[in-house]
């Protein structure tokens, strides 16, 4: 099997196409034409990653997050990106991300947010029209909203949310006085929805990287933070049942440090 294989695979769930102007997934080390022998997935590509990949014979890094982002003026070991970049040529590894493409379809990124939280009713939350994916026409664009099964309170939603994402601590605006039963979701950094969360009904909001004075909301609106990498991991597991679905007798897997490769610590 080759590179162009499983970019295919993945670019059929979520296409290239599909991807912001200023984003970076696909291909950004090696050549469609590599023979592939193993796969590992996480998401990101970081020097310990490229480590992994090598010592578990993974010659095809997937990855939410691209290696390549905002550009390189130059390769070097002493930069992390550079030293990623190095380590997989050296080992012979391609490295593939899904980022928007993977952040814009309703089976992808904030769609696995919603379903975590139980909502129903669900729609694109900033459509962009419609694509023919998994045998049918489905919309796409950034975020969902949908409905919880039954109106909660605040202190209610927020321990949902925990719970859903397992988290211990949530950023978040003041609570309103009103039942929430609309809510909002974007993973990764989600403040340009803020407004369209609102102009959909939303009474609660949820995304990540979300700013100081973005948390000044109004009376009728709740905002939660819940994290950048907290918000995508899931889009990992989602990534790994799609080539496990194309390619049930070859060697995929997910890093063993996934769950402990969060940049930042709650201390």
């Not at 950004?28 to 010592?55: F, K, M, N, R, Y």
């Not at 609570?175 to 993973?187: L, Y």
Request: hydrophobic share 45%.
């Amino acid at each position: 099997m080759r590179v162009r294989d499983v970019t295919a695979a993945l670019e059929a769930f979520a296409p290239l196409s599909l991807q912001e102007k200023w984003d970076n997934s696909g291909l950004s080390v090696g050549s469609p034409d590599q023979e592939v022998h193993g796969i590992l997935l996480a998401l990101d590509c970081t020097p310990a990653l490229v480590d992994e990949a090598a010592a578990c014979g993974a010659d095809l890094i997937v990855t939410h997050h691209p290696l390549i982002f905002g550009g390189l003026r130059q390769v070097a070991p002493e930069d992390p990106v550079g030293l990623s970049v190095i380590k997989a040529v050296r080992a012979g590894i391609a490295v593939y991300a899904a980022h928007t493409t993977a952040d814009k379809v309703p089976a992808g990124v904030s769609g696995a947010m919603a379903r975590r939280l139980g909502l129903q009713n669900l729609s694109v939350l900033d459509p962009e029209g419609t694509r023919f994916l998994s045998g049918s026409e489905q919309a796409v664009g950034l975020g969902i909203v949908g409905d919880l099964p039954e109106p909660l309170d605040c202190a209610a939603a927020l321990d949902r949310v925990k719970a859903a994402f397992g988290l211990r601590l949530v950023r978040c605006s003041h609570f309103i006085d009103a039942p929430i039963r609309r809510v909002a979701v974007c993973g990764g950094s989600g403040s340009s929805l803020i407004e369209a969360a609102r102009k959909a009904g939303a009474q609660l909001y949820l995304s990540g990287d979300i700013s100081y004075h973005h948390f000044f909301t109004p009376e009728d609106f709740v905002l939660m933070d819940i994290g950048h990498f907290e918000s995508e991991v899931e889009i990992v597991d989602i990534l790994y049942s799609l080539l496990k679905k194309n390619f049930p007798n070859f060697a995929v897997r997910i890093s063993k440090t996934l769950r402990d490769s969060n940049p930042i610590q709650y201390l």
